[in-house]
């Protein structure tokens, strides 16, 4: 089974910085195209970027040239650096495998960008 925990979410200025960090558990992560997801208040939940298992990214056009995600399989840990922060990015911030499972759903981690 694979559970997930999200990590390093907090409230930063416009223009700020956070690295956002998404800890499994369980054996087969390596195997596993990841994603962070966002839900703002009153919005659907939306992938904002994706990351197969051999390291191809991809991003939400809002995010482009913003946000990094990455990896390091060896910790069974998904990342998402997050730059230039605004304050639409402020949302509820989810890990999951790409697609989706459902019952991997864990807590998030709030970002909230504001001044």
């Known amino acids: 089974q694979v559970q997930l925990v999200e990590s390093g979410g907090g409230l930063v200025q416009p223009g700020g910085s956070l690295r956002l960090s998404c800890a499994a558990s369980g054996s087969i992560f390596s195997s596993y195209a990841m994603g962070w997801y966002r839900q703002a208040p009153g919005n659907q939940r939306e992938l904002v970027a994706d990351?197969?298992?051999?390291?191809?990214?991809n991003y939400v056009d809002s995010v482009k040239g913003r946000f990094i995600i990455f990896r390091d399989n060896a910790k069974n840990t998904l990342y998402l650096r997050m730059n230039s922060l605004k304050p639409e990015d402020t949302a509820v911030y989810y890990c999951?495998?790409?697609?989706?499972?459902?019952?991997?759903w864990g807590q998030g981690t709030q970002v909230t960008v504001s001044s």
């Open positions: 999951n495998s790409h697609p989706p499972r459902d019952a991997y």
């Open positions: 990351i197969t298992s051999g390291g191809y990214t």
